[in-house]
């Protein structure tokens, strides 16, 4: 992602340091490894909560590329130090820091207490930093829907998407069912592709399924 850690400060109040490769979960969470298409490379993650969100962010048409664990923030506070948990580029060049917790994990008084610090030190760097919640984005049909798209569309292919979309806009009222296109000679790994990045749409708090309604926008 074109990191320059060095031990200049970039800004008055911070430096950048190599953050350490993720090797180990945390105490009693499994680490685990997204395959990111967005990235083509492995995302290794300290939690399935983050390895959630790795999928999240897959899905974000804004997300361009992100890196977990890209680097340690060292502050003029020598107590203080912080590695978010993943950084992205978004599609207008900003970078963003993301901090991800359990819902228990948010409640924490100390984690409070070092948020604000956090946010107050990053917000005077000129760091934009975005902390979140599992509830923010673990909704289980939701989840569960892009889970089985990304997997079933992890091969399919771009190019094929307006073909699909010009295939959908021939039928009455615009809309098919998945099994429809299917049958209509569309692949359903460029189908599931098409979907997950919301090239065409459905209703993902509704489960999926060959019935399940799509349209183009």
């Not at 977990?68 to 948990?85: C, G, K, N």
Request: with cysteine.
């Amino acid at each position: 992602m074109g990191l320059s850690l060095n031990t200049r400060s970039p800004q008055p109040g911070y430096v950048l340091g190599p953050a350490k490769p993720v090797v180990s979960g945390r105490h009693g969470k499994l680490v685990t490894f997204f395959a990111s298409q967005k990235n083509a490379a492995p995302m290794g993650c300290e939690s399935l909560l983050e390895a959630d969100y790795c999928l999240y962010l897959e899905y974000l048409p804004s997300i361009i590329r992100y890196q977990a664990q890209p680097y340690t923030v060292y502050f003029r506070d020598p107590a203080l130090r912080y590695t978010p948990d993943f950084m992205a580029t978004l599609d207008d060049g900003r970078q963003v820091l993301y901090e991800i917790k359990s819902n228990s994990g948010g409640r924490d008084l100390r984690w409070q207490q070092r948020r604000a610090r956090l946010e107050e030190l990053l917000g005077i760097n000129g760091l934009i930093f975005e902390y979140v919640e599992e509830h923010q984005f673990r909704h289980p049909i939701l989840l569960d829907n892009l889970r089985t798209l990304y997997h079933f569309g992890f091969n399919g292919i771009a190019s094929h998407v307006l073909s699909i979309i010009r295939l959908l806009r021939k039928q009455p009222d615009q809309h098919a069912t998945i099994g429809q296109l299917i049958q209509l000679g569309a692949r359903q790994e460029d189908v599931t592709f098409a979907l997950f990045h919301q090239f065409i749409r459905c209703n993902l708090q509704q489960p999926l399924d060959l019935r399940s309604k799509v349209w183009a926008d």
